[in-house]
């Protein structure tokens, strides 16, 4: 990503205020404890959306499972089937590891929802959290050009917000660099290549669009014309809440999915009391051997 | 229910929503295998401080306050068991006794296991068996919150002293007859100090007629059927009117005691005599007024009388009294400040003559706002003297400051209605046999007619009781303006 270009000027905004429906997803993994074969985790997703005024929202989950060694690659496909008709591509790098189980169900039941939403909504936004960078472990670039491609056909535009990015120029973070001008504005981040077989199926901008001092990288559908982008985070702005410059829909997608420790401790109670698994606490081997050295293993 | 803490005397219990546990209950807390148990009493509940709870509450009202209208697809339905976490509940419990081969001791120094003991609650029945709340003159006061029947002895009031306190209208004078008409039931004598004529018709029901006490309730009304002749007094009585209730100097008391004597030397003890020999005193002028002013404030009260048909000896009820059990209610409604006095300096004077003699076994004297007429002397008299001599005195009040605090500390029973005033707890907390925590939770709670039980009646496991109805007329009601409007 060397030859990495910042347009010289922001691409100036203005709120379209046309009544537009703004939808986002969000899912969120945890892991609720250990068992002497495995681990639990659970999973939820929530789809927000905002039409006339009002949020509106459905959550499914939480979904719990018991993942071991054994297991693993089975409850994994077992979900690539159930959530997708179409038999997915073969991953490249085969079944997900053990550890990388929480994220990569997550991701499934994200793909699924997005799935969803790109099916559902007409005429809309839909946005995703993170960017439309394809071709990693968990996100096949089939899976997400027919996403993208659904979207269109109905209409839609899709706009994903990452809250941390890693891209940088000249040293410095993208989103650190472009906060002299008045907002609601665009940077166009030009001349990025991934190498294979990571496939960046949106444009990258740097996006402030409200007064607070944040920006977020922005990737829009490349195969929506330019006009359209601007006219859709256009739209964005003339429906959508910001709080942090970060759109209110997404905002709440995330809480609505995210796990409270109170929530952990109930579906400690449900799987002792429903399957009787035992939860073995693990003891911390950092603050053991170190003691008050030891920053914890779940920090480390 | 799950042991969670243990903090001095204090007890953290971990409870859950399915079970109903409020405050005041008793708990059992017994240790596997080790023979023993704690006996702890909820004096407040909390909710348990679940991690994470700010978060759930925040995460339902994100939209500006307004709640999110939304689906929850929860197919392993964990919505219940959430509520059920979130709605967890911290007992705070007191201990109040350790329970160790079937005896009670106050101890509360046994750790039971955390995770082996087992919870569960504790019955007041079984309770009242196990602390041997039990005797042979039971006094129903009324139902426990699980509708049994709470029952003290009499004879933990016999010889104590006891105050029965709670704001306005919750139902003290209830109680207190309540009381009273179990122990003439038990032939005890009653004398009631009643300063709003509550008590008058403690002998008729509610609908007029008379009941069952009707021949043992002795209505004394100063100036009308209770009146006194001089030559029934003693000199010591008369004179601590003069001096308490009228304040006459010591020089005019020194003057009077030799008017009198010679008065009764001559067999002349009347108001008229007792008139014309002060006007005929060669004392000192200002002497001479000073007895002056005392003679027409007697005068004036109307308490005292020359004619012996009209006077009615406070004796003679009280031996009636004292044979078959009854009432004396001395009804001071109508009575100025100063003929109050007069009347209750005349009344214990009285008492401790005829308990000093031996001519009466022992009364129990129910003073309500006893600051209005009660001399300053009285109090300590009524905690040390007065019970030896076989005065056993239950205050009743509604300004809980007005009652001294060696009182308080000396107290043996405090029957505590609602108080919702921090100020007012602080000072019934500081009775000897009560903790503070338990006062300022559980009272500031009771709904009226609910009474918390401290002290010896209930074996210093203060208990919450709804006190029994009474069929009996209620006086005292204060006169309303709007009566008919509504």
């Given at each position: ?300 | ?313 406070l004796e003679e009820s009280l031996f009636k009294a004292g044979k078959e059990g009854g009432v004396i209610v001395i ?156």
């Amino acid at each position: 990503m060397q030859t990495m270009q910042i347009g010289s000027q922001p691409i100036r905004l203005k709120p379209r205020t046309e009544e537009t429906v703004v939808a986002a997803v969000d899912t969120s993994t945890i892991k609720i404890g250990e068992t002497s074969k495995g681990m639990l985790i659970a999973v939820r997703g929530a789809t927000v959306w905002k039409q006339k005024k009002h949020y509106r929202y459905l959550r499914v989950g939480p979904f719990i499972f018991h993942v071991t060694e054994e297991n693993k690659k089975q409850v994994y496909n077992a979900l690539q089937r159930a959530y997708f008709t179409s038999p997915h591509e073969h991953n490249h790098n085969g079944s997900p590891s053990f550890l990388q189980m929480p994220t990569r169900i997550a991701n499934l039941l994200e793909r699924w929802q997005q799935t969803m939403l790109s099916t559902t909504v007409t005429n809309g936004l839909i946005l995703f959290d993170g960017s439309l960078t394809s071709g990693i472990a968990d996100t096949s670039t089939k899976r997400m050009k027919q996403i993208l491609d659904a979207a269109r056909k109905r209409g839609n535009i899709v706009l994903a917000f990452s809250k941390m990015t890693s891209l940088r120029f000249n040293g410095y973070l993208i989103t650190d660099v472009l906060l002299g001008y008045k907002p609601p504005y665009l940077f166009e981040i030009a001349g990025l290549k991934p190498r294979p077989p990571i496939v960046l199926l949106g444009d990258v901008y740097v996006a402030r669009l409200a007064n607070e001092n944040y920006a977020f990288r922005l990737d829009i559908d490349k195969e929506v014309s330019i006009e359209r982008r601007m006219e859709a985070v256009e739209k964005l702005l003339g429906n959508e809440l910001f709080s942090q410059s970060y759109p209110e829909t997404l905002r709440l997608a995330h809480i609505l999915c995210t796990f409270t420790a109170n929530e952990v401790i109930a579906m400690q109670h449900f799987i002792t009391r429903k399957y009787d698994l035992k939860i073995i606490n693990r003891p911390d081997m950092h603050r053991l051997l170190f003691g008050p050295f030891g920053k914890g293993e779940s920090r480390s | 229910m799950k042991l969670y803490k243990k903090e001095g005397n204090i007890i953290q219990i971990l409870g859950f929503p399915n079970e109903t546990v409020e405050k005041g209950d008793y708990l059992l807390i017994e240790g596997k295998n080790a023979r023993k148990a704690l006996i702890v009493q909820v004096i407040d509940v909390q909710f348990a401080n679940i991690p994470g709870i700010l978060e759930e509450l925040l995460r339902s009202l994100p939209d500006g306050g307004e709640l999110i209208q939304g689906e929850d697809f929860d197919p392993l339905e964990i919505a219940p068991h959430i509520t059920y976490i979130q709605d967890a509940r911290l007992l705070r419990c007191k201990i109040r006794a350790t329970i160790e081969n079937e005896s009670l001791s106050p101890s509360s120094s046994w750790l039971p296991s955390r995770s082996q003991s087992t919870i569960k609650k504790l019955s007041i029945p079984t309770l009242l068996e196990l602390a041997k709340v039990n005797g042979k003159l039971p006094i129903v006061l009324g139902g426990t919150k699980d509708s049994m029947l709470l029952t003290i002895d009499a004879s933990s009031l016999d010889g104590r002293l006891n105050i029965i306190t709670g704001k306005k209208e919750t139902g003290k004078s209830h109680l207190s007859k309540l009381l009273m008409l179990n122990l003439i039931r038990y032939g005890a004598t009653v004398i009631v100090l009643d300063l709003n004529g509550e008590y008058i018709s403690l002998g008729m029901t509610s609908d007029g007629k008379r009941n069952a006490y009707h021949n043992k309730i002795h209505v004394l009304t100063p100036s009308q059927n209770f009146k006194v002749v001089l030559k029934q007094l003693h000199l010591h009585v008369l004179l601590s009117i003069l001096i308490h209730a009228l304040h006459l100097p010591g020089t005019s008391a020194r003057e009077f005691r030799t008017i009198w004597r010679s008065l009764k030397e001559k067999d002349n003890l009347t108001l008229r005599e007792l008139g014309e020999a002060i006007r005929n005193s060669r004392c000192n002028h200002h002497v001479r007024d000073a007895l002056f002013s005392r003679y027409y404030a007697l005068l004036n009260s109307r308490f005292f009388t020359d004619n012996v048909a009209e006077a009615m000896l406070l004796e003679e009820s009280l031996f009636k009294a004292g044979k078959e059990g009854g009432v004396i209610v001395i009804n001071l409604r109508n009575t100025s400040s100063i003929d109050r006095q007069i009347v209750v300096e005349y009344v214990l004077g009285k008492l401790v003559e005829l308990l000093t003699s031996w001519k009466l076994k022992a009364v129990f004297l129910y003073a309500e706002e006893a600051h209005l007429y009660l001399r300053e002397t009285y109090w300590d008299d009524i905690v040390t003297r007065m019970r030896h001599l076989g005065i056993f005195t239950t205050f009743i009040t509604n300004q809980p400051n007005t009652i001294r605090e060696n009182i308080y500390r000396q107290a043996d029973n405090i029957f505590l209605f609602n108080f919702t005033n921090e100020h007012d707890l602080e000072t019934v907390s500081r009775a000897a046999r009560v903790d503070a925590e338990t006062v300022k939770s559980i009272a500031t709670d009771l709904s009226p007619r609910h009474c918390l039980v401290l002290g010896k009646a209930v074996k210093d496991f203060p208990m919450v009781v709804k006190v029994k109805a009474l069929d009996i007329r209620t006086m005292g009601e204060t006169r309303l303006f709007f009566i008919n409007t509504n």
